[in-house]
């Protein structure tokens, strides 16, 4: 019945106040949402609610404004679109790099844990011999000689297994030198 009686008035209201004819039928249907939220709070007894629905309008086209306001400050504030890279080489290249850290894991599991252990803190953590002895409670001499006994397996092991994951040899039948030329032509035998 309150719609029936000033929904007309209400939504011109919030045309004159936003000059949108769509957004004026958003604040009118977000003034009678609010009036009926608030239904305890009007005093009916006094005469028309009219003005208490327009002043609901008020209220929802500030805060129409204001959400736009902070909107439009939001999308200033985002960098600009631009296209996308091409994300295919670096796919392509984190796919390499697992096959190589697979095969570099296989490597390192064949040497034994002391040995890891010494290798994990002398050369990636970057600590030098005494401080590594101290980390693993085992003398200097221990460490040091830990250390190059790892690094000639490894060595060993990578030359055997690393090689031919790192760099496919060239087949017999493969031409090597110039590239341009892959495959032998086809020859017809007689």
Known sequence: MLFREHGRAVYNHCFRLTGDWAGAED??????LEA????????????SLLPWLLGI???????????????????????AAGLLEDFADEVVGRLEDQERIAAVRQVLDRLSRSDR???????WAGLDYAAAAEALGIPVGTVRSRLSRARRRLDKLAQKNLGRCME??????????????AVRPYERKA
């Not at 009926?36 to 005469?47: C, H, S, T, V």
């Open 168 to 181: 496919p040899s060239a087949a017999a039948w493969q031409p090597t030198g110039d590239r341009t030329d």
């Open 117 to 123: 252990e010494v290798l994990a803190l002398c050369v």
């Open 36 to 47: 009926w939220r608030l239904r305890n709070k009007a005093e009916p007894d006094g005469g």
């Open 57 to 79: 309008g008020n209220y929802v086209v500030r805060r129409r404004w204001r959400v736009a306001r902070r909107h439009q400050v939001l999308m200033e504030r985002m960098p």
């Open 27 to 32: 604040c009118t249907s977000l003034v009678f």
